[in-house]
């Protein structure tokens, strides 16, 4: 277990430490649908035992997805004592504590919180007989910026993103001169400094997300000028999702604290690699790893039926896992993006790949779609569940495609190429969701609710491409 992380067995455990601390503030961290992160703070002396037992009140009618709930507006948000870390970035002595969302009246956890449904599709897995872990570990990128301008006005729309980085700052005249170290497009990959110019904030990103009780491994300047990746440990699928949400809150932080900006967003800059959260998973059975053995790239037959499943559902999986209207303009890129519903140990163009792996307790399967706009919990549930339906019903997942990039591309079978037609095919392909009440029909439709708006906003808003095709028609 990581040194810097705090768990308690009881609610008047944790007041005695934040005591004999001087811990001055708490702050209960929540999400929403969409992923985002929200917290209330109380001072320590307005914390009782009570409170941490049973939450703090939350009015939802504010929160995007939960305030079109008409069942209710007012919620609990009550701590989980296991998942407590200090904040580094409070002015005061502050504490984190991860909360669950509950209904006041039922006593009961809250139909559409994010986090509850990673819950029940951990135990889905125990009560299956398939497996009693399951391991996730997300590799997820990210953009570093110096200045970020959006207009979205009613006659004017457009953005500008700017990092020293850039390729296209090469002519730029800087008060202190233009040093010309710079990456070319798509060629940033594990580049040295001085043309890697952000490894102090990535090192000093790790860093603080260590202290925040999640274990890390490494840091790496990504393909794209100003993009960059982080290395955290695979862990359990509730802590995992728990720790990309950390690891968010921490990469935000600390670029804004070096007077950057930093973006999870897929495809920021156009002409160049986007954003990722490739997810490494495993399922492992009374301390046995179930998805090495002797078929394909070392792999069981078990995992073969698991990424049978999620490339079954794919489309559906897309939803939830890359679920924002930019997700596809990434998965659009020719020859950039993992675009094939395949899978592989070499074509990096596939849905999945098979890491290398050096032991039989490292061997997994990777999904390389997703991206970081995904809520976690959400994400990680759902491939879950695609890959025991495939492990269930025997899904075996084909040839492999061990190609050249983008040989054969044609014939092969591809992802969503848009969030409509994601959220259309979530609505006709959900069964395997549904199973054991991981998911459920209100929570999908609730969730679908709340993208459909989304879209509506992206396909009614006027785009400057449009002005500048059709302007002189």
Request: aromatic share 10%; net charge neutral.
């Amino acid at each position: 277990m990581n040194k810097y992380r705090l768990s308690f067995k009881s609610a008047s455990d944790l007041l005695k430490y934040t005591k004999d601390q001087g811990v001055q503030f708490i702050h209960y961290n929540f999400t929403d649908l969409r992923g985002k992160w929200y917290h209330s703070a109380q001072h320590v002396s307005a914390c009782t035992s009570d409170i941490i037992d049973t939450g703090i009140a939350l009015d939802s009618s504010l929160i995007a997805g939960w305030s079109e709930d008409a069942d209710t507006t007012a919620l609990l948000i009550r701590p989980d004592i296991s998942r407590v870390s200090y904040d580094p970035f409070a002015a005061q002595k502050t504490i984190k504590i991860l909360c669950d969302v509950y209904d006041p009246v039922s006593k009961l956890p809250y139909k559409l919180d994010p986090r509850n449904v990673a819950k029940k599709a951990q135990d889905f897995l125990k009560k299956s007989g398939i497996g009693d872990v399951v391991y996730f570990g997300p590799e997820i990128e990210f953009f570093i910026f110096e200045n970020v301008k959006i207009v979205n006005k009613a006659n004017q729309v457009g953005y500008h993103l700017d990092s020293e980085e850039g390729s296209y700052n090469k002519s730029r005249d800087y008060p202190t001169g233009n040093m010309g170290h710079r990456p070319d497009v798509g060629k940033g990959y594990l580049s040295e400094s001085p043309t890697d110019g952000l490894s102090d904030i990535r090192a000093e990103m790790l860093s603080v997300i260590e202290s925040m009780g999640v274990m890390v491994e490494k840091h790496y300047h990504s393909l794209a000028p100003s993009q960059c990746a982080l290395g955290i440990r695979f862990s359990g699928l509730l802590d995992s999702a728990d720790n990309v949400q950390i690891y968010k809150h921490v990469v935000h932080n600390v670029a804004h604290s070096y007077g950057k900006s930093a973006t999870f967003m897929p495809k920021p800059i156009n002409g160049d690699y986007g954003s990722a959260m490739r997810i490494n998973q495993s399922i492992w059975k009374n301390g046995k790893p179930l998805f090495s053995g002797e078929e394909y790239a070392g792999l069981s037959e078990t995992a073969l039926f698991y990424i049978g499943g999620i490339l079954k559902h794919a489309n559906a999986l897309n939803a939830l896992t890359n679920p924002s209207t930019n997700s596809y303009k990434r998965l659009a890129a020719k020859g950039k993006a993992p675009s094939l519903l395949g899978y592989s140990k070499q074509c990096c163009l596939t849905a999945c790949r098979v890491p290398y792996a050096q032991s039989a307790s490292s061997k997994r399967i990777e999904a390389c779609f997703p991206d970081p706009t995904a809520n976690p919990y959400l994400a990680f549930s759902a491939l879950l569940m695609a890959g025991l339906d495939g492990i269930e019903n025997k899904i075996h997942p084909g040839e492999a495609i061990d190609k050249k990039a983008g040989e054969g591309k044609k014939a092969i079978p591809q992802i969503c190429g848009s969030l409509r037609q994601a959220l259309d095919s979530l609505e006709s392909d959900h069964a395997f969701l549904l199973k054991g009440n991981v998911f459920t029909k209100e929570f999908l439709e609730a969730y679908t609710a709340l993208k459909k708006k989304e879209l509506e906003r992206y396909e009614t808003t006027t785009h400057p491409v449009e002005v500048d095709m059709y302007y002189s028609s």
